[in-house]
Nanobody, 123 residues
Framework: VQLQASGGGVVQPGGSLRLSCASS????????MGWYRQAPGQQREMVAT???????NYADSVKGRFTISRDGAKNTLYLQMNSLKPEDTADYYC??????????????????WGQGTLVTVSS
């Protein structure tokens, strides 16, 4: 799986951006997709994840402002970011995880990362 992120840029506080992550393969086969971010000098953190056939999860800091979604027809993952704050400034990375079950309960998990796209929130 190859992932190509795009959509970053410079936006004023309170503004909006939509990030896109294009997958080389069908996203219907990808078990987990998500967005992580890393600010300068800080560790990478989860922003939002979407589990196929399951739930979405958001970091507390973005709940109510960010929305993750998949478009199967376009094999693309999105992150709609509204009410942006300066503390949202970071490199944003898209992520995919494929599961391969080798027993009823056990599975291998394969992680894939796209390149970062920079989001800068500044007046």
């Amino acid at each position: 799986v190859q992932l190509q992120a795009s959509g970053g840029g410079v936006v004023q506080p309170g503004g909006s951006l939509r990030l896109s992550c294009a997958s080389s393969g069908s996203i219907f086969t990808i078990n987990v997709m998500g967005w992580y971010r890393q600010a300068p000098g800080q560790q990478r953190e989860m922003v939002a994840t979407d589990t196929r056939g399951g739930s979405t999860n958001y970091a507390d800091s973005v709940k109510g402002r960010f929305t993750i979604s998949r478009d199967g027809a376009k094999n693309t993952l999105y992150l709609q970011m509204n009410s942006l704050k300066p503390e949202d400034t970071a490199d944003y990375y898209c992520y995919a995880q494929l599961w391969d079950y080798y027993s009823d309960r056990d599975r291998y998990e394969y992680d894939y990362w796209g390149q970062g796209t920079l989001v800068t929130v500044s007046s």
